[in-house]
């Protein structure tokens, strides 16, 4: 057995120069923080920065956007998802409308197995390497729904690694001013890496971008807070190491 790991480039400028190479192939990936953070964004540059400048194809499965909306705001953005689709680099899927209401009455388990089966059948055409859910559940929960949501996610997180073998992003959005890690506290314990994403204060007063790397499995990751950039066309990007910055929820992790 090689000792060298399968690395995947993330196709995010200055990252994987922090990850010592890529992100490890086949694993999940958490990509976490209050909205707005652009956890949408950074997961879209891995898919899209690894079908155009590696040659990886990717599927993105939007969640909570419907096609035409993700497809006008994505084109806003400078990004041509129909023309990466033509392509066959890229496809988008999004699952029907009552998916919540779905994992509610039905099995958890089943409803994630079924999802995973359809999103290998895409894989398999596609020949995807790469594969990013976002949000991993839907947004418009209740209360009462965290149960099974858990469920629901634990078993699409293992099927996923054992039906399909993509490098996975999943994204979950954190309430703001939560010191939690994700929503239904069971993500980054799934996750071989966690990416937080978040706005903070500078000792001056104002305000930047960061990216905060809190687990890596089998990587020399520093510890260690990124300043980073949003351009249109070309995603995120990571500026440089950021200090003087007050983050007040991502060291202290209770559950
Ligand atoms: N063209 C742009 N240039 C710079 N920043 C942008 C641009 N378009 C969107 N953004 C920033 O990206 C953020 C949204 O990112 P998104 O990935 O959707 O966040 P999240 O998924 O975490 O809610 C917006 O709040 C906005 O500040
Ligand atoms: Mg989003």
Known sequence: MSDELDLA??????????????LPRGRTYLVTGETGTCKTIFSLTFLIGGAVKHGEPGIYVSVDEDYTQFVKGAYAFGWDIEYL???????????????????????????AKSIVMSIAEYVKWLKATRLVIDPIAPLVTLEKDVQVLREYIRTLVLEIEKKIGATTIITTEIPSGSNALSRYGVEE????GVFVLGIA????????????????RWRPVEP???????ERGRGVYIKGRLRNVHVPYISTVMF
């Open 9 to 22: 480039p993330t196709g995010i400028d200055g990252l994987d120069d922090i990850l010592g190479g890529g």
């Open 85 to 111: 689709r033509s392509e066959g680099l890229l496809e988008v899927l999004t699952p029907e409308t009552e998916l919540i209401e779905k994992i509610r009455e039905k099995d958890p388990t089943a409803v």
């Open 201 to 216: 204060r500078t000792s001056t007063g104002d305000f930047r971008r960061f990216l905060f790397i809190r687990k890596m």
């Open 189 to 192: 314990f799934l996750a071989s």
């Open 224 to 230: 260690g807070i990124y300043e980073i950039g949003v």
